[in-house]
């Protein structure tokens, strides 16, 4: 079965646009996290959604965010972009909340000029 | 805070030897802990940890969990050029599917 699929793959944006990433988890997958992946900062949990409600969110700003939509897709959205921004951002699909095991897409690399 | 401790930060072998990776954690209300491989963008699911003792074995690598001294251990025999990867250790608690990663092992295995 297909696995996560992140799209964008590559995106050059510059500092104060905003960007939104879309992940499509596992079918049958209903639970969606994102994480930011930077050399300095290793791998940091952004939220989680299930059932298109946010269950958990990091310790990001505001201008992070994101949503869920019925058939389990997922957005995020990052607002007036910085420079310390660019990171890989990667999805992870669970089968449900509370199911442990998560499989993660390619990531999007996100670079801000 | 959770927080997840991976030793040693890196690691040079030549294939065949054995490797043994380190993964401490601190996390209220633990649920699980996870072990991925990472080559250059996704991470990939290895194991699985809920209870302590039982060892997870898949071909040549395998995991055990020890939740009195809150530490795990990835086990890699025969090494291989192609298990050259970051590995890395996650754990998740009862909150939800949130993980907390440890900053990864990288290892290199060299012909």
């Known amino acids: 079965k297909a696995g996560v699929t992140q799209t964008p793959r590559y995106l050059i944006k510059t500092r104060g646009q905003q960007v939104t990433l879309s992940c499509s988890p596992i079918?049958?997958?209903?639970?969606v996290s994102w994480y930011q992946q930077t050399p300095g900062q290793g791998l940091q949990f952004l939220f989680e959604?299930?059932?298109?409600?946010?269950?958990n969110k990091g310790n990001f700003p505001g201008r992070f965010s994101g949503r869920q939509f019925s058939n389990s897709r997922s957005e995020m959205n990052v607002s007036t972009l910085e420079l310390g921004d660019s990171a890989l951002y990667l999805c992870?699909?669970?089968?449900?909340?509370?199911?442990?095991?998560?499989?993660f897409g390619q990531g999007t690399r996100l670079t801000v000029v | 805070e959770d927080k997840v401790v991976q030793s040693p930060l890196s690691l040079v072998v030549h294939e065949g030897d054995t490797v043994t990776l380190n993964c401490s954690y601190e996390?209220?209300?633990?649920?699980?802990l996870l072990w991925y491989k990472q080559e250059k963008k996704a991470p990939t699911f290895l194991f699985m940890l809920?209870?302590?003792?039982i060892e997870k074995k898949s071909g040549r690598l395998s995991s055990i969990l020890d939740k009195k001294e809150l530490f795990s251990i990835l086990n890699i025999t025969a090494t291989q050029t192609g298990d050259s990867a970051v590995y890395l250790c996650?754990?998740?608690?009862?909150?939800?599917?949130?993980?907390?990663f440890g900053g990864g092992t990288r290892l290199m295995v060299k012909p």
């Open positions: 079918s049958g997958h209903r639970s």
């Open positions: 959604y299930f059932s298109e409600t946010q269950r």
């Open positions: 996390v209220t209300n633990f649920r699980s």
């Open positions: 992870a699909s669970s089968l449900r909340q509370g199911a442990g095991e998560a499989f």
């Open positions: 809920t209870s302590s003792g």
């Open positions: 996650a754990v998740i608690n009862n909150a939800g599917n949130m993980l907390t």
